[in-house]
Structure formats: structure tokens, C-alpha cells
């Protein structure tokens, strides 16, 4: 009875261990690749810089502009992951709206957990929990207005 006691305590406090040093590792390179990201960037509406409401860049025109807005961020963000090796099954978009201004906010999602923010990495229902946006809902990142060539750097 006691060894049970014993294995089941072991087996807990390891899958925990487990949990929490995957987590820390997650947030670290989302914190990573963010700061990469956003290294010069400069946030700029689609409306100043392309004269248009809406114009998604690939990850080499931001490269190389460091400008952008949010949808641009994330393809940035998520084409330095993809180059690093990152599979593109833990990529997904996340799609917000603003209760209060009505603006679309677009942020990749990392692993379903860490959301890559031009202001930094939150943790899903933290960023939730603490801001004025409600979540629409979740997409693969290979997308009809970002196809996969958006990607490569
Ligand atoms: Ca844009």
C-alpha cells in the first residue's frame, strides 16, 4: 500500500516537474522570437503605409520594412518559428475584437497557449482575462490571404 502511495506521489510530482519545465520553455522562445520580431519594428496601419484597409505582407516584406501592423507581426513571428524549425501544427492565428473600439486584432497563438503580442507574450486566458478583447476564434496560419510562400524568409 505504500509503495502505491509512494509510486503515485513520484509519478505526480514528475509529470508536474514535466509540466511546468515544458511551460517555462514554451514561454521562453515565444519571449525569444518576440523580441526578435519586434527588434525596430515599427507599428504602422495598413491604411498610411499601403493606402488600403486591409494588406497582409509576407514575412520578407516586414523583414526587410519593419513596419507592419498586427496580421504582418504574426507572419513575421510565425515564419522566424517556422525557419527555426518549429512544426506549423503549433501555430495557430488568434482572432480578437476590441469590446471597445470594434477594431479585428490578429496575434499568433504558440502551442495553444502563448500569445505573441506586439506588446509581449501572454498566456491565453491571461491576455483574456486582462484586456478589452474578446476572442473570436483560433486558425491554421496557412490561410487563403497569407498561403504558405507568405512564410519564407
Ligand atoms: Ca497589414
Request: glycine content about 6%; overall charge negative; aromatic content about 16%.
Amino acid at each position: 500500500m505504500n509503495y502505491i502511495k509512494l509510486f503515485v506521489a513520484v509519478f505526480t510530482i514528475t509529470f508536474l516537474v514535466g509540466c511546468v519545465s515544458e511551460n517555462t520553455i514554451s514561454k521562453g522562445y515565444a519571449r525569444n522570437i518576440n523580441t526578435v520580431a519586434l527588434e525596430g519594428f515599427v507599428y504602422t496601419q495598413d491604411t498610411l503605409k499601403w493606402n488600403t484597409n486591409d494588406y497582409w505582407q509576407t514575412a520578407k516584406e516586414t523583414e526587410k520594412s519593419h513596419t507592419g501592423d498586427c496580421e504582418d507581426l504574426a507572419i513575421y513571428q510565425a515564419a522566424l518559428m517556422l525557419k527555426d524549425g518549429t512544426d506549423v501544427s503549433n501555430l495557430k492565428f488568434a482572432y480578437f475584437r476590441n469590446v471597445l473600439t470594434q477594431e479585428y486584432h490578429l496575434v499568433l497563438l504558440y502551442k495553444g497557449r502563448w500569445l505573441l503580442d506586439e506588446k509581449g507574450v501572454y498566456d491565453n486566458s491571461e491576455f483574456l482575462g486582462n484586456t478589452l478583447f474578446k476572442k473570436l476564434g483560433e486558425a491554421n496560419i496557412y490561410t487563403k490571404r497569407s498561403p504558405e510562400s507568405y512564410f519564407e524568409l
